[in-house]
């Protein structure tokens, strides 16, 4: 009997299949009910059993899953979708004609006044963006605001990493704001004295904002500690007359 290296299988009686007890290579034959033997005479149990192919995954990540799940989950968001696109398709193409391309850049009335009903006059913009932005705040101290609203959104910025949430961040918001009122009003350090009704802009939107934000997190806290202690009071009262309902039982 020829010797195998690897393992052999001994087979069945069948038709079409070796003798029995014949010794073949498991990749020469395709019959079953199969049996491994190994060189030193050991029999393993080994019937083949094809597994049934099956649907490859649904892809549970980029663009098109985005799409599928967001926009088109069930026929109200697909609805919405096909809405929106068809509105953005009829105002978007009207709206850069009349934005970009029929729009005056230079600051010329003459010209703004032709282009009105057709296009955009941007001009305004590039002859008052300084009152745009800084207000009636004197032209040459213009970089003292500059300066204030560039560390008030530095702080902002700095506010919203977590790794810089440390017990020295309320120090630098006090630093900051101080800063902040020392260069727009004045009167420190030399700088003349700029009253508040001067200003205006960028500066002032971005501090009022802060300061909205800053002083909302007390009210918050506040808001929250009164509502959790009423809770408490509540959860109380109500064991308590559990309790005596109990006990006058």
Known sequence: MQTVSLLAVVLAPGAGCPKPDALVLASECTCAPQRRVHEDGSIMSAVFQPIPPRTPPIKQAGFVHWVRTNLFADWKSALTTVVMIALALYFLPRLADWAIFQAVFQPNAEVCQQARGTGACWGVIAEKYRLIIFGRYPYADQWRPEIATGLLVGLLMLSCIRRFWKPWLPLVWVAVLAAFFALMYGGVAGLSVVTTDRWG?????????????????????????????????????????????????
């Open 201 to 249: 802009g960028l500066p002032l939107t971005i501090m009022l904002a802060t300061l909205s934000i800053v002083l909302a997190f007390p009210i918050r806290c506040w808001s929250r500690s009164v509502v959790a202690r009423s809770c408490l009071r509540s959860a109380r009262s109500a064991s308590f007359m559990s309790s005596s309902s109990a006990a006058c039982r």
